[in-house]
């Protein structure tokens, strides 16, 4: 039960701050972006990579 109103307390918090500082989270966002696509560009092409070199050995699963 106290998790339950504790999540409750901090989604209501967080939705209050979201509004006020809006233009702060924006400029997170901007921040965070463009490294999260370049992370996840980056596994993506190491898993495409590892499934080729698969089928080049002959591992067809």
Do not use: H
């Not at 106290?2 to 307390?9: D, E, M, P, S």
């Not at 901090?10 to 939705?15: I, K, T, Y």
């Not at 209050?16 to 992370?39: C, E, Y």
């Not at 980056?42 to 898993?47: E, F, G, K, Q, V």
């Amino acid at each position: 039960m106290r998790t339950l109103v504790g999540g409750a307390i901090a989604s209501v918090l967080g939705l209050i701050t979201m509004v006020f500082w809006f233009d702060s989270l924006l400029n997170i966002l901007k921040g965070i972006f463009p490294p999260a696509l370049l992370i996840g560009g980056c596994i993506a092409l190491y898993i495409g990579y590892d499934e080729l070199k698969d089928t080049w050995n002959g591992d067809n699963d």
